[in-house]
């Protein structure tokens, strides 16, 4: 009996414990996000364009003359490219970070920069796959990066460069499939079932915030 409240009362300080390390691990990616985010806003002011993402796995940006190599409905998508800018190496799981970015952001030489006039083409962020009107919680935001979380379904690990499981959740999978310009961002839920589960965290910016800073830098008229 004695053995038997002994386990009760350590399993009831493990649980606690281990709901802490996944907090824990939750505010430490949201940090490192923000912090990914004012380093793209610092490579945009210093270069006058965005970076295209890393279409491999060297941690470079892929580009194409004179834009991203890779471009679906305007968005170019793929895995965050941390040496040339930086940071943001893995999320603390050890997963690539997926980075989004409307590629006219992204275009560089004579005539191909960016302008206060530059348009369209923005990320979607949604709070559903589906993403219907009462659903959008962005249209015009220029790139936005993910961390697919815990479970890092669909990511890119950064120790071997392999593609993680798919996920059952179609929210899940809109922020790894590439094949338009959504993302989704939603609250947790890890209800047991594959096609609810979600877990990714993500951070995006403003095509107007994004240019505000670019004329308080002067680099915009």
Not at 36 to 51: C, E, K, Q, R, S
Not at 136 to 142: D, F, P, R
Request: aromatic fraction near 8%; glycine fraction near 10%.
């Amino acid at each position: 009996m004695a053995i038997f409240v002994i386990a009760l009362l350590v399993g009831s300080l493990v649980v606690p414990l281990v709901t802490q390390v996944e907090q824990r691990q939750i505010s430490d990616t949201e940090r490192t996000l923000r912090e990914i985010h004012d380093t793209l806003l610092g490579f945009a002011i210093v270069n006058g364009y965005l970076p295209c993402p890393d279409t491999g796995t060297n941690g470079l940006e892929n580009i194409s003359a004179s834009q991203c190599a890779t471009i679906t409905s305007g968005i170019a998508c793929g895995r965050l490219p941390h040496l040339d800018i930086g940071s943001g190496r893995a999320d603390i799981w050890g997963n690539r970070f997926t980075y989004c970015v409307n590629e006219l952001f992204a275009r560089r030489g004579a005539g191909l920069t960016f302008t206060l006039a530059t348009a369209g083409n923005d990320v979607q962020i949604c709070a559903t796959s589906a993403c219907v009107a009462t659903a959008k919680l962005s249209t015009t935001a220029v790139f936005a990066i993910i961390s697919h979380g815990k479970n890092g379904y669909g990511a890119t690990s950064f120790a071997t460069g392999a593609t993680n499981p798919a996920s059952g959740s179609v929210d899940e999978q809109e922020n790894y499939d590439n094949n338009d310009a959504n993302i989704v961002s939603r609250p947790w839920f890890t209800g047991g079932a594959a096609a609810s589960e979600f877990d990714d965290i993500v951070i995006w910016l403003s095509r107007f915030t994004l240019l505000n800073r670019m004329v308080s830098a002067g680099k915009l008229p």
